[in-house]
C-alpha cells in the first residue's frame, strides 16, 4: 500500500485523536491568537450601544446544556454590555433549560457587585414559558395577563422594574439567545412581524445560514453567531472570558480540518487513477 | 354528525379566526378574547410537559418489565432513577428548579453530559469533512471548495490575519446562501398559508389524528 493509499483512509483514531490535540493545546496555553469582528456582531454591540440608559430590554435564555458552551459566554458578555450601558433586563426562558441557564449566566456577570443592580429593579427573571411562540405572543400581547410571578414566586406587580412594562411596546428591544430554528425565527414572527420591535438574535453558527436572511432584509438587526459571535462581543465589550480563549481552540482545529480535508483530496486525486485500473 | 370530528374543528375555526381578526383588525375585545385564548394555550402546553413525563415513565416502564432491547433496558432504569432523582429534589426542598440541591445536580451531572454530547460532533465533523469532501466531480467540486472558503472565513486567525476570507464567507451567506433560503422560505410560507386555511375550513384534520 502506498504513502498516498493510506492517506486517503487514516483511521478515525487519528483524525479525531489530533483534532483533540489541537484542542487541548490552546485550551491549556492560550496563545491570544488575533480576532476579527464581523460585522453582525458589531451590528449587535452597535444596536444595545445606542439605546439610552433605562431602556428596558426583553431576554430570552432559549438554550439548555447543550448551548451552554457555544451561547453562555456570549451571553455573559451581552449582559455586561446592557447593565454597563444601564438598562433594565426583562428575562424569559422558551428552552425548559433555560431558568438553569440563568443562575450560571448571572455567575458569570455579578450584576450586584459589578454593577450595583438590584434584582427586581434593573433586572428580573420570568423562568420558563411553556408554547415556544405562543408564549413569545403572550409576553410581548399582555405580559402581565400570562405572568403573575417572576421565577422566584414573586409578584411581577410588587417589582418596579415590571412598573411599566405590559408588553411589547414597552419594551425597546427583544434580544434572544437560542439553539432552536424554531425560537430564532419565531421572535422574527412575533416581536419584528408584529410589533415591528428591535429584534436581536443569538444562535448557533450552524444556525447563521437560516437566520442571516432576516438579518439582511433588516428584521434582525444583529446577530451573535455561535462562539465566534461571542468571542467578537467579549472582545467588543472588553470583558474577555471563554469565548476568546475558545476561539483559539477553533483556530486550531479548524486549521486542522482544512489540512486533513486537503489530505483526502491530493491523496484521492494520487490513487484515483490506481482505483479506476483496479 | 360526527361529533368527535366537529367539536374539534369547530374550536379550531373558532380559535383561528380569532387570532387572524385580532391580528388585523386590533378591536380590543378581539385582543382580549386572544389574548385569553394564548393564555390558555400556555397552560395547555405545560400540562402537554406533564403529559410528555408520564408517557416517559410508561415508555421506558414497559421496556424495564419486558426487558426489551438487549441490556437497553438498563438505561431505561437510569433514566427512570434520574428522573425520580429530579422529581423527590424538586418537589422535596419546595423551591422546584431554584433549589440549590437541584442546580448542583444539574450543574454536576447534567450540564456536563449534555455539553458534552453536543461538543462530541465536532470530531464526527471533522472526519467526516475529512472522508466527504472531496472533489469526485464537478458538484462535490463546488461543494468542497465552498466548504473550504466558509471553513476559513469561519476560522478566527485566518479571517484576522486575511480579512478577505471572512468577506467570502459573507459573500457566500449573503445572495447565495441567503438568496436560496429566502426562496424555500417563501415557498413554505405559502404551503403554511395554504395549510392554515385549509385546517379552518376544516379540509385539513390530520391533527386530529385522522387522515
Known amino acids: ?278 | 354528525m360526527d361529533y368527535r370530528r366537529d367539536i374539534p374543528l369547530a374550536i379550531t375555526f373558532l380559535i383561528g379566526i380569532i387570532a387572524v381578526l385580532d391580528y388585523y383588525t386590533g378591536v380590543q375585545v378581539i385582543t382580549d378574547t386572544f389574548t385569553l385564548i394564548k393564555n390558555w394555550g400556555v397552560v395547555i402546553q405545560g400540562f402537554a410537559l406533564g403529559l410528555g413525563a408520564v408517557n416517559l415513565l410508561r415508555v421506558h416502564g414497559k421496556r424495564i418489565s419486558q426487558r426489551s432491547g438487549g441490556t437497553d433496558w438498563m438505561f431505561s432504569g437510569w433514566l427512570l432513577l434520574m428522573m425520580a432523582m429530579f422529581i423527590v429534589v424538586g418537589l422535596g426542598t419546595g423551591q422546584y428548579d431554584a433549589g440549590p440541591t437541584y442546580s448542583w445536580i444539574y450543574n454536576a451531572i447534567y450540564l456536563p453530559l449534555g455539553a458534552t454530547m453536543y461538543s462530541s460532533l465536532a470530531f464526527y465533523m471533522a472526519y467526516g469533512s475529512y472522508k466527504v469532501l472531496r472533489a469526485r466531480n464537478f458538484d462535490a467540486a463546488l461543494l468542497f471548495i465552498t466548504a473550504v472558503l466558509v471553513i476559513m472565513g469561519n476560522t478566527p486567525a485566518l479571517a484576522a490575519t486575511f480579512p478577505g476570507l471572512f468577506y467570502t464567507r459573507e459573500w457566500i451567506f449573503g445572495p447565495i446562501v441567503s438568496g436560496a433560503y429566502r426562496g424555500i422560505r417563501i415557498g413554505i410560507g405559502m404551503g403554511a398559508v395554504v395549510l392554515g386555511i385549509r385546517t379552518l375550513l376544516g379540509m385539513e384534520t390530520g391533527y386530529l389524528g385522522r387522515r
Not at chain 1, 237 to 257: C, E, K, M, N
Open chain 1, 1 to 278: 500500500m502506498s504513502i498516498w493509499e493510506k492517506m486517503t483512509s487514516l483511521p478515525r483514531e487519528i483524525v479525531m485523536g489530533l483534532v483533540l490535540i489541537a484542542m487541548i493545546i490552546p485550551a491549556m496555553n492560550p496563545l491570544g491568537l488575533p480576532l476579527f469582528t464581523g460585522d453582525m456582531s458589531r451590528a449587535w454591540y452597535n444596536t444595545v450601544d445606542a439605546l439610552p440608559a433605562g431602556s428596558v430590554v426583553l431576554f430570552d435564555v432559549g438554550y439548555g446544556s447543550g448551548g451552554y458552551p457555544s451561547l453562555g459566554p456570549g451571553n455573559i458578555a451581552a449582559f455586561h454590555q446592557m447593565f454597563e450601558k444601564d438598562l433594565k433586563i426583562v428575562m424569559m426562558a422558551t428552552a425548559l433549560e433555560g431558568s438553569m441557564m440563568y443562575p450560571l449566566v448571572m455567575e458569570g456577570v455579578k450584576p450586584e457587585q459589578n454593577y450595583g443592580a438590584v434584582y427586581g429593579e434593573d433586572y428580573v427573571f420570568l423562568g420558563y414559558i411553556a408554547g415556544g411562540q405562543t408564549a413569545m405572543a403572550g409576553v410581548l400581547g399582555d405580559l402581565k395577563a400570562l405572568v403573575s410571578v417572576d421565577y422566584e414566586g414573586t409578584s411581577v406587580d410588587s417589582l418596579s422594574i415590571m412598573d411599566n412594562v405590559n408588553g411589547a411596546d414597552d419594551f425597546d428591544l427583544v434580544a434572544y439567545m437560542t439553539t432552536a430554528g424554531g425560537t430564532a425565527e419565531g421572535w422574527v414572527y412575533q416581536a419584528y412581524s408584529q410589533y415591528n420591535a428591535d429584534v436581536l438574535g443569538g444562535c448557533l453558527s450552524m444556525m447563521t445560514t437560516s437566520i442571516k436572511p432576516y438579518y439582511d432584509s433588516g428584521q434582525i438587526l444583529g446577530i451573535m453567531d455561535g462562539i465566534k459571535g461571542a468571542a467578537d462581543l467579549e472582545f467588543l465589550t472588553g470583558h474577555p472570558g471563554d469565548a476568546i480563549v475558545s476561539s483559539d481552540i477553533l483556530s486550531f482545529t479548524q486549521a486542522l480540518v482544512l489540512i486533513f480535508i486537503l489530505i483526502g483530496n491530493v491523496s484521492f486525486w494520487m490513487t484515483r487513477g490506481k482505483g479506476e485500473a483496479s
